[in-house]
């Protein structure tokens, strides 16, 4: 079982949904990242979280200590959001454990 | 500023051969990452320097992997010698201190035939 777990794998939606990407782990952590891959392209870090919410521009992220848990919220998608979204955890001893992303196609 | 950049994107060998990925972090960037996906699995940690010193390579899969740091500056990672189970995207990512933002290269793809 992985460490990090992302629901859901594939997302489809219309231009201008509300997106809630979920994730879950298990150990314990010192900061969650959640990262975008464009198709082809490199990783870009969109937060890095160790409490609370996060906003920048359409994107909110949230995350639960308590109960292990965080989401990536997209308000208003777009087109150009279609892109796979990884949660990542860091581990108090600097190791990364990666979901294994959700697929977001946002449709015009 | 540059960003994290990798070298070479895309790499064809054939199994037995070596190949060796480099990786130049952010100027400044102490801590240097490196991961691999293999297809259809998630990203795997497989090494962290601080500086020029591995703090932790507890996901190196096997003594065919060999990373180094000299200096504290570019890292590279080789593999000697291929197999096809090493086909994959190898990333890099470099942050600040221990806490601070990770950011990615685009990755340098690895195919063994």
Redesign the interface.
């Known amino acids: 079982k992985n460490e990090v777990e992302q629901s859901p794998q594939n997302l489809t939606a219309q231009e201008g949904e509300f997106i809630t990407i979920n994730c879950s782990y298990s150990v314990g952590i010192s900061a969650l990242h959640w990262l975008q891959q464009h198709p082809g392209g490199g990783i870009v870090s969109l937060f890095m979280l160790s409490s609370g919410k996060k906003k920048h521009g359409r994107l909110i992220a949230t995350i639960n200590i308590q109960e292990k848990h965080s989401s990536l919220h997209i308000t208003a998608s777009h087109p150009r959001d279609s892109a796979v979204y990884i949660c990542a955890v860091r581990k108090p001893g600097n190791q990364f454990y990666f979901g294994t992303g959700t697929s977001l196609t946002v449709i015009p | 500023e540059a960003g994290v950049t990798q070298f070479p994107s895309h790499s064809v060998i054939e199994k037995g051969q070596t190949v060796t990925l480099r990786c130049d972090p952010i100027s400044g960037h102490d801590?240097l990452?490196w991961?691999r996906r293999v297809m259809g699995?998630?990203?795997?940690?497989l090494l962290?320097f601080v500086k020029e010193s591995k703090?932790?390579e507890?996901?190196m899969p096997n003594n065919r992997f060999l990373a180094e740091r000299t200096g504290g500056t570019y890292s590279t990672l080789k593999v000697q010698p291929a197999e096809l189970e090493d086909s994959g995207v190898y990333?890099c990512?470099s942050s600040l201190g221990?806490?601070g933002?990770?950011?990615?290269?685009?990755?340098s793809r690895l195919t063994v035939l």
């Open positions: 801590n990452y991961y699995k998630e990203i795997k940690f962290h703090q932790d507890s996901g990333f990512a221990n806490t933002e990770l950011f990615f290269g685009e990755g």
